[in-house]
Nanobody, 115 residues
Framework: QVRFVESGGGLVQPGGSLTLSCTAS????????LDWYRQAPGKGRELVAT????????YYVDSVKGRFTISRANAKNTIYLHINSLKPEDTAVYFC????????WGQGTQVTVSS
């Protein structure tokens, strides 16, 4: 059974930075493509970034390019999302999952950007 545990969120002022972590178990981590998603209040879940299980460059949605960096540590079964220059519109709960999506989302980690 796949399990995801996200952490690292918090309340940050605009322009601030955060690093989110997602630890996944129940998968062959190094062979798995993994995604970060976010869900803002009243909106659907949005794909934000992807780290592939090969040498393909990461994917970023246009709204976060240049500000978000996804990375992975296969030895730790963990992916990261380094976020710089946070904006109020980045406020959301952030989740991770595999590709294709597996059932059983984690609890997510709340990021709130506000002055």
């Amino acid at each position: 059974q796949v399990r995801f545990v996200e952490s690292g969120g918090g309340l940050v002022q605009p322009g601030g930075s955060l690093t989110l972590s997602c630890t996944a178990s129940g998968i062959i981590f190094s062979a798995t493509t993994l995604d970060w998603y976010r869900q803002a209040p009243g909106k659907g879940r949005e794909l934000v970034a992807t780290t592939y299980n090969n040498a393909v460059a990461p994917y970023y949605v246009d709204s976060v390019k240049g500000r978000f960096t996804i990375s992975r540590a296969n030895a730790k079964n963990t992916i990261y999302l380094h976020i710089n220059s946070l904006k109020p519109e980045d406020t959301a709960v952030y989740f991770c999952n595999t590709r294709p999506i597996r059932p059983g989302w984690g609890q997510g980690t709340q990021v709130t950007v506000s002055s």
